[in-house]
């Protein structure tokens, strides 16, 4: 059998005379166990007095195991001098007692200092003479015996002298050392002479950085020179000597050379590094760092570097275009090309495999320029998305067509394939005459290859949208980060005037490509698939709603697709739409997708006599929903979920469907006066700004109801009272009391008679009023003075002073699932 909670047990020794507590404590000894040893419940204080006037071993125990927690329970303990009781009481650690605990059982001892039992060989002074903590020493100074008051002084003025423990004075420490200490393994070395640079460079063991002198004049080259033809210095070293502007030109070549990583340090370049071997390995970010550092600093003639170096691909890639020695070069060499296509054909022919310099390329290109002519390009491919940049041969053969001028780019234009004018258009930056040209002799179709990234800047979207050509809005729908407001305007067809989306007739609306659709089907991103609401194109209309992963929530987003529907077909589409039982990607089901509400309102529309009233049926329909009321409608009802962001994803969803809009604080009022909204709405909007009075009353109500464990809320029904819940819904215990109850009676939910009456099971309730009618400073309200009555008054009617009902109500109190009037009159009725 479980035992009854301390609360409870308390409780009934708080009724009981001394008499009845007397003889109830053997009946209960258990339950009274568990109450002393409660580190919170209320020891009523004729069982405090019972207890220590026992002296029961097992009793003093357990009130002992608490009383450091009860200020008044260890001050009592400590005055009655028990020896037996005293080690328990002084605690054995710093932290399990406060100096004045301690000082309270000394003075107990004084009136008992005769008890053989303080001279036990287990007594506290015997242990405290074998202990040399001062925790438990300096309290001990107020024993009434001698001897140990002596030995905790000579232990405390001995510690005080030898400066260890708490009262010592500040330790003296040694100054600090000035010796120089060189540590060889340290992560950074500042040598201060070339000898010292050398030995440093020479330590294998050392893997951190050096620093070359800093001081004028303080490096010897010669010295370093000689040093390193003796015996190559590593890499590293190398590469720091390179960083130093003084540094000769055979030291930054045998940098150049030795460097293992793919990065190209700082530090001067010169032409022998491009006849070098390592110049071949390079990777094409440290050629171009090499070639643009060269150039800029005149150390390499742009004409030699054509000439010179190669594979002619990497060298063309690698250049710095922008620099005007190098655009001349380069337009020198293609001069020499002309603007016949054969030869630019043969160059780009050539390119993936040609190991030889520019000039040698341009040589070879003439030489095959009769086996080109007449012909298309190469392997023609079509634009590419997202872009990735394409091959290094295409690049190259683009860097050759850039400096070419005006007029031979503009008669080459009309041989590219679509990839080149991509790359041509996205990462060459043509002239706007050239784009122009580009524009009248291949279509404003091309410019869709410019939307072939979500890095796409808004301004290049701008720029694109009203061009109004069907390959560019697809492009930019499927590649770009277009805004809610492009993405409708795409899928609308309209077209793009004066900046902003125009009006447009539906013959002349711009039809959407088959890749645009099919991105549609295929796509599970929200925001594609709600423009299509918007689009008034049953095609799109039906992938939204066939979706099996992009859901429409508010009725007025439903609405309006209806509404943008007729706008553009009539009311026999929209018929077909409300008619149609199969969606494409969605598995046939007798539920249509769209929400009842809403099909009726469409099909009351469409039954309409006239084509005019039906729309405006429609019309009136959506903009009800797309309201404040609409509004606080859907806020109501999606935002009573067990979630506890529900409402927050409620708003979210209608910003996103519908529009931003503020909180509609009137409809929500007004709403809750028709009909009491959720419990959980309440309390959620009472979290947020700007909630009416009136709500943020009926939120504290809510939350009480929420708050109990057994309470479901129900939608459309009027809520409980708290009287109500009390009568019908069981309570919990926790930890010694009852949460829910504490909270409806401070909010006034719920009366003490109530509670005393009505509230079940009755442990639940005694534990409550064990805690609210405990008697403190003052006698209460009345209402506690009126409760205290009848809970004495219904104790005396049913056990009167009878220990064994008494024993027996604490018994039953943990199974029993009634009242407190119940578990009284079952109890008297039992034992009489």
């Known amino acids: 059998m479980r035992l009854a909670e301390h609360t409870v047990v308390s409780a009934a020794y708080a009724l009981a005379d001394r008499e009845l507590t007397r003889a109830l404590m053997p009946r209960v000894r258990e339950e009274t166990l568990a109450l002393l040893g409660s580190e919170t419940a209320v020891v009523p204080p004729h069982l405090l007095d019972e207890v220590i006037g026992s002296r029961d071993p097992e009793l003093l125990g357990a009130l002992l195991s608490s009383a450091t927690h009860r200020g008044d329970v260890f001050d009592r303990l400590a005055a009655l001098g028990d020896p037996a009781l005293a080690t328990a009481l002084y605690g054995g650690q710093e932290w399990d007692r406060t100096p004045a605990q301690r000082a309270a059982v000394w003075e107990g001892a004084v ?182 550092r060269g150039l800029l600093a005149g150390a390499f003639p742009a004409e030699r570097v054509l000439g ?124 706007p005459e050239l784009r122009a040209h580009i524009v009248r002799s291949r279509g404003a179709s091309v410019l869709a290859g410019i939307a072939s990234s979500w890095q796409t800047s808004p301004e290049v979207i701008e ?22 407001a492009q993405r409708r305007h795409v899928l609308s067809g309209r077209r793009w005037r004066d900046g902003e989306s125009a009006d447009t007739p539906d013959a002349d609306r711009i039809p959407l490509t088959k ?40 009725p007025a987003l439903e609405l309006r697709m209806l509404v943008r529907l007729w706008e553009r077909h009539g009311p026999d589409e929209v018929r077909a739409l409300l008619d149609e039982t199969h969606f494409p990607g969605r598995n046939p089901q007798p539920r249509h997708p769209l929400s009842p509400p809403t099909l009726e309102a469409g099909r009351a529309a469409v039954d309409a006599e006239a084509e005019p009233e039906g729309l405006a049926l429609l019309r009136a329909a959506y903009e009800a929903a797309a309201g404040p009321a609409g509004r606080a409608d859907f806020l109501s009802e999606k935002g009573a979920g067990v979630e506890n962001d529900d409402l927050a994803k409620a708003v979210e969803l209608f910003d996103e469907e519908v529009g931003p809009g503020s909180l509609p604080w009137d409809e929500l009022v007004a709403a809750h006066g028709a009909k009491p909204l959720h419990d959980r709405v309440l309390v959620r909007l009472a979290e947020l700004d700007g909630c009416p009075a009136a709500l943020d ?58 509670v005393v009456r009505t509230g079940f099971p009755a442990q639940a309730t005694i534990a409550f009023l064990s805690r609210a009618l405990a008697p403190g400073d003052s006698p209460g309200t009345e209402e506690v003075r009126a409760a205290r009555r009848a809970v004495a008054a219904l104790a005396t009617e049913h ?11 604490l018994r039953l109190a943990p199974d029993f699932e009634g009242t407190l009037p119940d578990l009284l009159l079952a109890s008297g009725a039992v034992v009489s």
């Open 111 to 292: 009136a008992t200092a005769d008890d053989p039992g303080w001279r036990a060989e287990d007594g506290l002074p015997a242990r405290l003479l074998s202990s040399r903590r001062r925790e438990l020493l300096e309290p001990a100074l107020l024993a009434p015996f001698p001897e140990l008051v002596a030995y905790a002084r000579s232990v405390l003025d001995g510690k005080a002298g030898s400066g260890k423990g708490a009262g010592s004075g500040p330790r003296m420490t040694p100054p600090p050392s000035t010796t120089p200490h060189r540590n060889r393994h340290s992560w950074e070395r500042h040598p201060q002479t070339t000898g010292e640079l050398v030995a440093d460079f020479r330590d294998k063991d050392f893997r951190g950085t050096t620093e070359l002198p800093g001081t004028p004049g303080a490096l010897d080259w010669d010295v370093l020179l000689k040093e390193h033809r003796a015996e190559p210095f590593f890499p590293s070293a190398l590469v720091t000597l390179w960083s130093h502007p003084d540094c000769p030109e055979e030291l930054a070549l045998a940098a150049f050379e030795a460097r293992r990583n793919s990065t190209l340090p700082q530090g001067a370049v010169h032409w022998s590094m491009l006849a070098s071997p390592a110049f071949g390995r390079l990777e094409n970010h440290a050629l171009s760092k090499l070639l643009g």
């Open 463 to 484: 720029e694109l949208i009203p061009y109004n050509e069907s390959e560019i809005n697809a492009a930019l729908f499927l590649n770009t980060d277009l805004t809610p």
């Open 799 to 809: 056990l009167s002073d009878d220990p064994e009902g008494w024993a027996l109500a």
């Open 515 to 554: 890749t645009l659709v099919r991105g549609l089907e295929e796509s599970a991103r929200r925001p594609w698939l709600l423009a299509c609401a918007d689009s008034g194109d049953p095609v799109p209309c039906r992938i939204l709603l066939g979706s099996p992963r992009v859901k429409i929530h508010t």
């Open 308 to 431: 010179e170096t190669g594979p002619a691909r990497n060298i063309l890639c690698a250049l710095p275009h922008g620099h005007a020695e190098v655009r001349a070069a380069l337009a020198a060499q293609v001069a020499r090309l002309g603007s016949d296509f054969a030869p630019w054909r043969a160059v780009y022919s050539l390119l993936p495999r040609f190991s030889g310099t520019v000039t040698e390329l341009v040589d070879a290109a003439l030489a095959e320029e009769r086996k080109h002519r007449g012909k298309p390009w190469p392997k023609p491919v079509g634009p590419e998305f997202p872009s990735r940049g394409g091959s290094i041969g295409r690049a190259a053969w683009l860097h050759l067509y850039d400096a070419a001028d005006h007029d031979t780019r503009c008669a080459l234009v009309a041989h590219l394939d679509p990839r080149a004018i991509q790359h041509l258009l996205l990462w060459h930056r043509p002239s």
């Open 697 to 754: 009353e009926e939120s504290a109500a809510a939350a009480l109801r929420l708050s109990h464990p057994h309470y479901r809320p129900r939608r459309g029904v009027r809520p409980p009272t708290g009287p109500d819940m009390l009568k019908k819904l069981p309570l919990r215990l926790d930890n010694g009391g009852c949460r829910w109850l504490e909270k409806a009676h401070a909010l006034g939910q719920v009366t003490l008679d109530e």
